[in-house]
């Protein structure tokens, strides 16, 4: 058994905090069709720890990414305020920080358990909110060369190649759509030469895959019990934000599927009713990414 609680200094709780911050940036990029997840920064393309140089994971990716875009960052790096000092940088003063989350757990007496039952304890999650800063609002840091890129181009081409190529995921060429079909378990996509770009075609491959992540035997995505008739949008955000976490691993730039956009008021929608929606759908993406860089066999620190 377990159940969720939420801590925060924040006035709101931190699901309404990151959720209100992300309605914010798809809304902002609605026009436009640029939403908080197509978003290409200096240092790299996943928000980054500065005191760990790992990436983010799941919604702190997305809360990050929105930020970035709501407040025109940059910079990937970010930190919470004791960590910038400890690099010998200061925060700047009258600047605002974003809502990153943390999740942990703990053991506790189970009240529902029967006197014969010998495990008479419960684990209970909590989910507790931080403020990270963003490097442009710091001054006087001085970065390790640990955060250097060091992939060209071309290396990431070839790595995104592989990647796909190890998780085998069965694509068909031909045709002017990209689709994922369950029946046959395959994913369809134009001629590799149709695409103006090469990152373009592995951006709208990492969509489709998402998607075929969703077959029972791999991810066993079910979204339907929770968001009933706007389960079709959720998927789709699902395979939105598993493809951009999958090109942020690969360190290629995530096109825009503008064929997409009849989805965001119902995606605003859902969001709005539910404070946690946001949650679950990035854990979803996430898990499917994690899915696909386990089975391509790349290292952690390569594509994770």
Known sequence: MSNIESTSNDKRDVYQKVTDAIINAIEQGAGTYRMPWVVRQDKGFSPVSVSTAKPYHGVN??????????????SALWGTYKQWQSLGAQVRKG?????????????????????????????????????????EQVDNVQLPKRFDVTLSAN????????F???????????GNRAYYRSDTDAVY????????????????????????????????????????DDVYAMEELVAELGSAYTMAALQLELT??????????????????????????ASQAQ????????????????AA
């Not at 506790?108 to 304890?121: F, W």
């Not at 190890?166 to 068909?172: A, F, N, Q």
């Not at 825009?256 to 759908?281: E, G, M, N, Q």
Request: glycine share 6%; with cysteine.
């Open 61 to 74: 990716t997305l809360v990050l990414w929105s930020q970035s875009q709501t407040k025109s960052y940059s």
């Open 95 to 135: 600047e605002h920080g974003s809502p990153v989350v943390y999740w942990g757990s703990y053991e506790t007496e189970s009240k529902e358990c029967r006197d014969d039952e010998t495990d008479a304890t419960r684990t209970r999650l909590f989910c507790k909110g931080h403020t990270v800063f963003n490097l």
């Open 155 to 162: 290396e990431r081409i070839a790595r995104a190649e592989s």
């Open 164 to 174: 796909f190529t190890s998780v085998g995921v069965p694509v068909r060429d031909g």
């Open 189 to 228: 996509m134009p001629e590799f030469g149709q695409f103006p770009e090469a990152s373009r075609y592995y951006s709208v491959l990492a969509h489709e895959t998402t998607h075929w992540t969703s077959h029972a035997s791999r991810c066993n995505r079910e979204l339907g019990k929770r968001f009933g």
């Open 256 to 281: 825009p599927r503008t064929d997409h956009a009849a989805y965001i008021d119902s995606w605003v929608k859902v969001l709005k009713s539910d404070k946690r929606a946001i949650f679950t759908a």
């Open 287 to 302: 898990r499917a990414t994690n899915w696909l860089t386990e089975r391509s066999g790349c290292p952690a620190e390569v």
